[in-house]
């Protein structure tokens, strides 16, 4: 299934100047995302920069139609001339998923293992249907779209979609576009609050998932954590829990060396040993989560412990990688919040290692709880034995040593030996990842 320059037009309100018959089959924002493998649209949005500036590079490349707002030089390609083109791509993205009538939809959101989950998701339910997922962490207005518009080519039997969340309303208008049938929320704590206010007004918001869905979908809910579970009133879906309390539990947990956790899966659908193709115990409930989804849903035992052991992983998450000199570096530096964080602390925590250092950048977005959080953060850290160098995040406070950038941070490293393990983490604005490429 295609989309057409003309039927494109037609929903989002453009005007086609080219070929109204040129057709494509995936669609993105990044020009450089686009190549002549494939029937490429390309949608110019205006942010910090005006993707208008790079249809040019787009149909260099190979892009068949382009969206438009402004005048563009589009070259041999066919332009559908619209309003406004974050606006056009939410219109297609919603009639995307309007045509997937045989997909099941997942929606997955929640505080923290968002994108871990959808990972697992991914491998899991692949084991038995065909699946597309969210790439990356494309969990917005604009993701989510590209990622329904970029469905409707194969005709997945399940489209899985990861939700973040701003404030109270923004997972409703996703779940608007979307239209979930599943629905799965991680757990809910102390991130965004700068935006929401309060963790209350954060389940609130997650909840929206919940209660978006049908009565014959399912909701997958986090039976440890108080306000999640609470969301069951939300709902007339059937209602399935994972972790310590749930129906979908994990018992005989271990922790090998190398962080990779394994456990007896216990269900209402039987039991299984499972060993996580990833590391830190703290992502044995996104897994969990997972399964007791895809167990709810048909996935026989046996195929949801194979799809576990083996997901593709988003990159920049719990990666631990070997220096030269036979240090470690856990590379988690794709974002940060306090329970992300406290469960890299206590992964560093369990590797075998004579030293234990956490170079932290900034948490971002926990307005009025920051300096609280990451003061708490950096205890814990000591409580466990790690040493904590915050780089550019005084909020840390007393108990770290306090550097102003990257390089201060690996001259203060020096040179790391064998026995040495390092965390690397914090939000994206601080951007760590430098960190870890000089060090590797």
Known sequence: MRWVASDIAAVVDGVVEGDSGASIECATQDSREVDSAGDWMFVPLEAERDGHAFVGDAVAAGSRIVLAAKPVDAGNATVVRVRDTGDALIRLGTASRRRLVNSQVVGITGSVGKTTTKDFARTVFSQQASVQASIRSFNNEIGLPLTLINAVESEADFVILEMGARGIGHISMLCEIGQPTIGIVTTVGSAHTSEFGSV????????????????????????????VVAMAERTLAQVV?????????????????????????????GRAEVEVGARGAHLIDNALAVAAAALATGIPLEAVARGLAKPVLSPMRMELLRMSTGARILDDTYNANPLSVAAALRSLAALSANRRIAVLGVMAELGDESRVEHERMARLAGSLGIEVIAVAAPEYGPAATHLNDHEAAVERLGLLHEGDAVLVKGSRVAALERVVARLT
Do not use: M, Q, Y
């Open 241 to 269: 829990t994972f972790g310590d309390a749930g129906d979908v539990r994990a018992e005989s947990i271990e922790l090998s060396d190398d962080l990779i956790p394994r456990f007896r899966l216990v269900s209402d659908w």
């Open 200 to 227: 209350e007004a954060v389940a609130d918001g997650k909840g929206e998932l919940v209660e978006s869905l049908p009565a014959t979908g399912l909701a997958v809910l986090n039976a440890d954590v108080p306000l």
